[in-house]
């Protein structure tokens, strides 16, 4: 075997579902592929999205902020001239912009968070970058600013064209506070009688397991911005079966499961406020991963950017099927061991 | 298109190196399989195996302790009747391994620790797992030990076959401090005329770039015990080629660069505390798995926990010289987005 | 006025209670002292207070563990030393404390933890301290094994005797995870109608806002081991009125709120697993701080630490007044500020 | 001795200095009072401060943002129309300003900060404060906020006054990123002669240490952006000598150190982003507390908010004096050790 020549990986995929979609961006029922080596996922969302179709509203889906980000790494003569300068860059957003269309059709900067460190400056640049996931695109926009910046504020001193406060793959705080990738909220209102006699649980099982191990088990383990049980098992077979950058769901997986009693019914929501997703862009040549964006109706002619956001509200409600059904397991002992069990022998 | 047919994600893949690897397990060159829709990474890392080539002891890797945890959550009367179960389950460690004994021939308990929050009992159980990575084992063997602790301890009840505070797949602190997975650190002596003429860097910038950016970029970031610029990536691309489930980079991912000149030349370490492995279990079955785990030397007739750990000080490596090869790029101005065009225009 | 002359602060202070302890060490109802700028902490208090007294067992406190900790930083030539001296140093416990002896009556090494980063070594000794807070009692304990290990271990470097892994007056997950200070839980079971008339609220009311308000909003705050409402203000009040060292509220805030309604009634419990207080040592000698000390029984002729263990008791219970009274107002619309107007009035 | 009388906690304080401060802000040598029970700490920052008068410009002091927060809580009908409340909200800052200016002459509403959870709101209300550290005034504007939002937005249900988002005396990271506070960075430029002769050590050495223990060595203890040493105990001194409330010390002692040698010298400077401080409100009125005020020129006639930014500056500057002492201090053994035996002894 030849070391360079370019293989293949072929991880198993299934397509799970259908389940049932909600709200402002979509209104219908679809499957999903899952391409992992941990099989027993595929029954375990599968449970979940059988219980979507069986609510009146299935997962209603909101999506409502996106964009990504850069963190170019500056160095000014001390603090204040830091400040100074960062002062007159936010309030020249237009000629920041003029400069970052050089450098793509699609980037347009939104927003500038900063931090000052001593003399050094940590610029957080902020784009919408369409239906690409963007990170290329935003790191050609930084590159383009850069030598802009360097030559209007002469006295700035080049450090990095990344200061790790973008932060990209690493566990934070700042991507749920400021915003990276898409800010996904999926609910679903599932009656009492469906936990019942589908999840062989109840309403009040599944929130009190929530409190103890999401939010209190999490906690004390030290968890950053994160309660749910294993948001990153769905975010890594959805991204490996539609061509993302999964080392995103380092920052994808920080997010929280909430969970009532209403009416005696459950309502359950997951939260992701930093789902890295694209329906174009790097990844996305490959056949089968064509097939699969188009299959999922993210190849369809809409304006730039709303195919992006489609795959985004697809990949959120297949996060909750998840969770749904794994925390359900959860409520009642052995059931966990014994699914997947029964799947290996399978 | 039949929904439940499996199908199959092939994601592109190539080995790369040789890279040199020197210390207490392991003294060769090999290649590496690395699987990624982000192709840049191969040069990437390509790049810094070949550094370690050229340095006397190329990259010296040391795995220092392992093991694989699952916490059970059970709820006692009050606190003080939390502590004292707690406290005579730990003095009762050969019962509790008899028990263990019944649900694998590999599955250790080692230690337990503990965390009570009113009168919830998080228990972190923790187990050595031969070559395996873990999960399904230390679940089994919870599920084992619950139903007897419960016998046991009648005053105990049931809450939960994982409490969070494992803690699988989530940005927590217990994980590094308290250890999961493979706790490797990678070291690399570089000669200074190396870095300058295959870097094009010097050993002062590359200091002076993972001060600025890994550890006071993440830290204002709002990082979790994390310091690094992109082990995720790696980890994600190694982890695929070798079958492991790869959403366990969430806690891989957390590790700390520390570099340092010393005499000149550039120190630079890559500190991985909870790198989950396995050599053997979930995800190993498939062909090119298989192979990919032989030609790296670890389906080989060790000791059990043997070949694992060697996967393991491999992964590390893999890590090293992805990670020495973006913060020397960074060191220089557009360097990054360059080689990503390059890279894509092939 | 003279610069150099010792001065006074006088902080205003106040007697509040009483409130009722139960537990396994102590049985009574007493009142404490709080020292604060913050006066509407008292009234604040002392309404918790008053229902603990309503309460049959009023506030269950149990003081689960104790420790102190100061973390060396050491050198070694490579990480495999490093592991190999660390595995070379925990198994000599008897000879490390023969050295302890000499540096203190008191102190008593019970526990190493470690972290390898590169070749560095960050050594966490743990201690039982007696009726010290202990801070002093391990810097010195440390002083002491310094030279002895870099003698015994003639390849080690000194670098730090504390390497920030302590951790002391850092927002950090260590100290909770490992312990430092007493690790205390308070628990109280609130009959629904008490809740209703004292606190004019529910149950449901108050464990509803704890998940909302301590739970998921500290989290998404980016939180770290942290879920309460105002610990600080408690922990800063009995600190001062008690000579403790109170830069440890640091550490000592961090703590969990549980909340549950039990058959109806208002289960409340505050979590302080790093609550560090002494009843000697540095700051006790000024004559209202014994008049204090003297006055919650924490100066009488018992065996070594148990004066301070009944001061956390204390301490905790004290938190667990001011946490509940400050939830159930905040459950009430316009609540929290009325009372502050109407105390800063008076 | 009555229990609800008013009392006081006499802490020791001494005035210790002068320091040299300059800047956009202050150009002066000023002393400043210290209180607390750790009396050490008062010659370790007089050491730091006689350095600064050695030094051409002394401590370079900038303050480079403020403002105060409370985070209220609300629910919506679900996420969807919680965002679209809160777009709402966030483009009618005038409407918004105009029910804050009937709660106070001084609060000024200047951003909106929010999280979506399921359909939970967290609505980050930032206020500049005048000279106040503007607790209570931002609560008062919330207070009469809420009542107005819930009759405009009909469908939003109150929740809480604060929902732990703001985030008040807890570890978090949102106070860090999105401000909470004074944000005062402090630099100073040692010459290397006056390092090796008044701190008995090297640039190179601290440097050095400032990396292995403040910046990995609290990375590792899995800290929350904090990189520094002590800056608890210099806050904590100071604030209870000008009258703050000395609780906010929890989020005013999460801040960086960063060092460098520059030309041989050492350059040192503290960042400190939540630093809070007020001249005027709670805890003022007391005469020591006023006359420490004075004294620092902080009662002084200037518009409103200029006391205020001094007070902070000063503050900032007391804190870079006893970290740089202590870190040199720690770059030679046994030296910590022996100066707080000394002091003790006196």
């Given amino acids: 075997m030849k070391t360079h020549k370019i293989l293949q990986a072929p991880i198993p995929m299934r397509w799970v579902g259908p389940m049932k979609l909600s709200g402002h961006l979509i ?10 080596y941990e099989t027993p996922l595929w029954p375990s969302v599968g449970r979940g999205a059988r219980i979507s179709t069986l609510c009146e509203e299935g997962i209603k889906v909101s999506v409502i902020d996106e964009r990504m980000t850069r963190s170019i790494l500056l160095e ?5 001239a830091a400040h100074q300068a960062i002062q007159s860059l936010k ?47 935003v790191t050609n926009a930084a590159d383009h600013l850069i030598p802009w910046i360097l030559t209007e504020y002469p006295h700035l001193q080049y450090s990095s064209i990344s200061g790790n406060y973008c932060s990209d793959k690493k566990a934070t705080a700042v991507n749920g506070i400021l915003g990276r990738g898409k800010y996904v909220v999926c609910e679903i209102l599932i009656p009492r009688d469906i936990v019942e006699r589908r999840l062989h649980s109840t309403p009040e099982k599944i929130v009190d397991l929530n409190i103890k191990k999401n939010l209190i088990g999490t906690m004390i383990a030290g968890g950053l911005r994160s309660a749910n049980a ?24 920080q997010g929280v499961v909430h969970a009532d009693v ?4 459950l309502y359950f929501s997951c939260t992701l406020p930093n789902l890295i997703v694209g329906s174009v862009g790097n990844g996305k040549g490959i056949d089968f991963v064509e097939e699969n964006l188009e299959r999922l109706g993210c190849r369809d002619d809409r304006e730039p950017g709303a195919n992006a956001r489609r795959l985004a509200a697809i990949c959120g409600a ?23 069990l029964q799947m290996e022998r399978k």
Same sequence: chains 1, 2, 3, 4.
């Fill in 27 to 36: 209104e219908e029922k679809l499957s999903v592929p899952l391409a992992t």
């Fill in 76 to 80: 000014a003569e001390d603090a204040y």
């Fill in 91 to 137: 309030a020249r957003m237009d000629d920041l912009n003029e400069v970052v269309a050089k450098s793509s059709r699609f980037a347009k900067l939104i927003d500038i968070n900063s931090q000052v460190v001593g003399n050094l400056i940590y610029l957080r640049l902020e784009f919408t970058t369409g239906d690409a996931s963007g990170h290329n695109m």
């Fill in 230 to 253: 294993h948001y990153a098992n769905m975010l890594l077979a959805f991204y490996l079966a539609t061509g993302q950058d999964a080392a995103n769901i380092i920052e994808g997986s």
């Fill in 262 to 265: 209403r009416n005696g019914d």
């Fill in 318 to 340: 297949t996060v909750l099927c998840g969770e749904l059904s794994l925390i359900a397991a959860q409520t009642n002992p052995g059931e966990l061991m014994q699914s997947h």
